[in-house]
């Protein structure tokens, strides 16, 4: 393993173009979602450490975003909706007030591209969604530290952010992610044996297939541990979230898929683990709280007090481990094939289950058919494109088609469906 190329992602090397004596300038793309808002509860904590220059958002909400820029004084703010410009400017003017100067405005689908190569040390990339692929490769082209958040970079683009990306340039910003980044830092690469990415096994742990053939969206989305949007909680309850984290650990640290495992943990103490070829498992353990990944994304080799709660230890407490049912939740299995596969299957994969998710929540698929549909598509795609000529228009031409088709699946399920009971109810 020693003479293989070095990770994207590795706690030992950080790639640090810019040198500062002050606090780190950060660009924030995503700043009014889930990862964007704590980032900046975290920075507006640590202004010795960190000053936000920028920030881009879809455009939904720019009564959050103009305050958002008056708190942190940055310089530019970018939304990818054109149309949430003058709301936005009336916004910024409402909360700086008359003789202040407001930011500059960039708008449109390239505007957080525009933010990623700006100047700063590091860009945090918290956008949801295939649209924050540009906006890594852009970071990386142009020498940014990238505190990456957003999967899909790693999942539809992976052949291309490994082609751009410095070794150690890439810092993960996902609870599993980061916990194997921290456990990877105490040994070598020739010392590891396994990565072990946990699972709180979502709502319906312990259930077997037949169990979930009628479970509805709102038990789906009745997450145990975690509190996350609508489709990265079914993405939990079908276990896709750790199918699309096995094939970014593979990515980001060189390691076999056949030395990845997938272990359930409901608690979400342990994040994820790293198995030493002494026989040591080293653990990251925190309680539940995405600051501490963030923390690290943005500080890194630098450690941010106080950054996210510790545990109690004069509470006692349980921890507990199970192995994955593979048969009630085969995503994570389909997802190994897809990535090693490569090339554009794993877009295929992603877009798929996206759709399919969107399907489920309406009624269209019942919660197995998830997973069925996403296999059917998968299988259709066949070998994908792969190798140096991959290009980003090869995988976006990939997940229209594989959104095209998964909604053509779904919507005769939905038909053979409703004619198997309308025949019932005829003959009844």
Known sequence: MSDSPAPLADPH????PVTTDGPRDVVILGSTGSIGTQAIDLVLRNPDRFRVTALSAAGGRVDLLAEQAHRLGVRTVAVAREDAVPALR??????????????????????????????????????TGSIGLAPTLAALEAGRTLALANKESLIVGGPLVKALARPGQIIPVDSEHAALFQALASG?????????????????????????????????????TWAMGPVITINSATLVNKGLEVIEAHLLYDIPFDRIEVVVHPQSYVHSM?????????????????????AIGLGWPERVPDAAPAFDWSKASTWEFFP???EAFPSVGLA??????????????????????????????????????????????????TGTSLTVADVLEAETWARARARELAAQTTDSTATTKATAEARA
């Open 188 to 224: 070598t690469r020739a010392d590891v044996r396994k990565l072990v990415v946990t699972a709180s096994g979502g709502p319906f742990r312990g259930r077997t297939k037949a169990e979930l053939a009628d479970v509805t969206p709102e038990d789906a989305l009745a997450h145990p």
């Open 90 to 127: 009336e916004a910024l003017s409402a909360r700086y007030g008359t003789g202040q100067p407001l930011p500059e405005v960039l708008a449109g689908p390239d505007a957080a591209t525009q933010l990623a190569v700006s100047d700063c040390h590091t860009v945090l990339n918290g956008i």
């Open 336 to 385: 190994r094939h897809v990535g090693q596969l490569a090339g554009t299957a794993p877009a295929v994969f992603n877009a798929a289950n996206e759709e399919c998710v969107d399907a489920f929540r309406t009624g269209a698929l019942p919660f197995n058919g998830i997973m069925e549909t996403v296999t059917k598509v998968v299988e259709e795609h066949g070998t994908p494109r």
């Open 274 to 294: 790293v198995e030493f070829t002494d026989g040591s498992t080293i653990a990251q353990a925190t309680p539940p709280d995405m600051r501490g990944p963030i």
């Open 13 to 16: 090397l950080l790639f640090d």
């Open 324 to 326: 994955l049912d593979t």
